[in-house]
């Protein structure tokens, strides 16, 4: 269905505790294929081969490429101390070859939809050969293994389904284009489910004004999903 974005309503919820633990003190993830592990600033180089291959960034906020190495500096700068202790985004890289292929992760706790958001960029070369639900998957459970605190939210009354209230399971959630069919496939593979579809005004540069649809989707913290 189509919806209006409602206005946040406040539960008492779970969320990751603050500060997030520093780079230094985050363990590298393993998959059967990727290696998932901060950022570094030796990096850079190869961030800003990602963020500029107009393909990837078509499907960003603002439709661009990065247009100099200082601009994907100051994309890098949030994933690197001291400032690691407010983001959760990790490279992604071959195991193979230790090939930086993409980043992802939470920037933050709060979205536009209350609850802390996922979201990702993987190389264009390597679209289609599952590495970006890998990715997923391995963060996800990671993402929940974190240490928790109680606290109060303001998110959305769609997401939850219920008015205001006590103990509500917590959630992380992702927006995605309702045209960009593949990554809908990724957050179902992943264990998202869809809860709302609304539009937006589209802030990207030759398009600005247009109308965007987007698909909310959350997934609740696994021990409280049952």
């Known amino acids: 269905m189509t919806a209006e974005n409602p206005p946040l309503i406040t539960v008492k919820t779970t969320l990751p505790s603050q500060p997030f633990p520093a780079n230094?003190?985050?363990?590298?993830?393993?998959?059967?294929r990727l290696v998932i592990r901060p950022l570094t600033q030796d990096d850079l180089g190869a961030l800003h081969a990602l963020r500029t291959q107009s393909e990837v960034m078509a499907c960003t906020a603002l439709g661009r490429v990065d247009g100099s190495l200082a601009e994907t500096q100051a994309k890098l700068d949030p994933f690197l101390p001291p400032r690691d202790a407010e983001t959760y985004n990790p490279g992604i890289y071959l195991a193979s070859t230790g090939e930086l292929i993409g980043f992802g992760g939470v920037f933050g706790t709060g979205s536009e939809?209350?609850?802390?958001?996922?979201?990702?960029?993987?190389?264009?070369?390597?679209?289609?050969?599952?590495?970006?639900?890998?990715f997923l998957k391995a963060f996800v459970q990671d993402w929940w293994s974190l240490p928790r605190r109680n606290t109060e939210a303001k998110v959305d009354?769609?997401?939850?389904?219920a008015e205001e209230g006590d103990?509500?399971?917590?959630?992380?959630?992702?927006?995605?284009?309702?045209?960009?069919?593949?990554?809908?496939?990724?957050?179902?593979?992943?264990?998202?489910?869809?809860?709302?579809?609304?539009?937006?005004?589209?802030?990207?540069?030759?398009?600005?004004g247009a109308e965007v649809t987007l698909v909310g989707f959350v997934q609740v913290r696994p021990e409280e999903a049952a």
């Open 113 to 134: 939809l209350g609850w802390p958001e996922v979201g990702y960029m993987i190389k264009s070369e390597h679209w289609g050969r599952g590495y970006t639900t890998e």
């Open 167 to 208: 103990g509500v399971p917590e959630m992380l959630c992702a927006m995605v284009e309702a045209t960009n069919t593949s990554s809908l496939r990724v957050m179902e593979k992943a264990g998202f489910r869809r809860f709302k579809t609304w539009k937006e005004t589209s802030r990207r540069e030759g398009s600005e």
């Open 24 to 32: 230094a003190a985050r363990a590298p993830i393993r998959t059967a």
């Open 157 to 161: 009354a769609l997401s939850v389904g």
